[in-house]
């Protein structure tokens, strides 16, 4: 089993940047596809962008799509999301995770590894 580790959250003011990022140990990260998730108080974590295991393509929420990127360095084991542009409504928990679907997921219960979150918090 992987396990995730999530680091790189903080506050900052809106229309600045963050970049997260996610170490992997255990099995090697190229052999699973990643995501992004968050959840903010009071809501449902939601899917914020994915990347097939390739890492060749990636998707992600109409929400953050234009300022959010995913990557990943499978030299480092470690997968990022850049975030630009940030908005007071980007502020939650954010969630690396992995999955053995190929393609990745929009979809929470498919993956079965999950980091432990790191907060971003966006001040108007």
């Known amino acids: 089993q992987v396990q995730l580790v999530e680091s790189g959250g903080g506050l900052v003011q809106a229309g600045g940047s963050l970049r997260l990022s996610c170490f992997a140990s255990?099995?090697?990260?190229?052999?699973?596809?990643k995501g992004w998730f968050r959840q903010a108080p009071g809501k449902e974590r939601e899917f914020v962008a994915a990347?097939?295991?390739?890492?060749?393509?990636?998707y992600y929420a109409d929400s953050v799509k234009g300022r959010f990127t995913i990557s990943g360095d499978n030299a480092k084991n470690t997968v990022y999301l850049q975030m630009n542009s940030l908005k007071p409504e980007d502020t939650a928990v954010y969630y690396c995770?992995?999955?053995?679907?190929?393609?990745?997921?929009?979809?929470?219960?498919?993956?079965?590894?999950w980091g432990q979150g790191t907060q971003v918090t966006v001040s108007s």
């Open positions: 990347m097939h295991r390739s890492g060749y393509f990636s």
């Open positions: 255990g099995p090697t990260i190229a052999t699973y596809a």
């Open positions: 995770a992995a999955t053995t679907k190929i393609d990745g997921s929009r979809i929470m219960n498919d993956y079965h590894n």
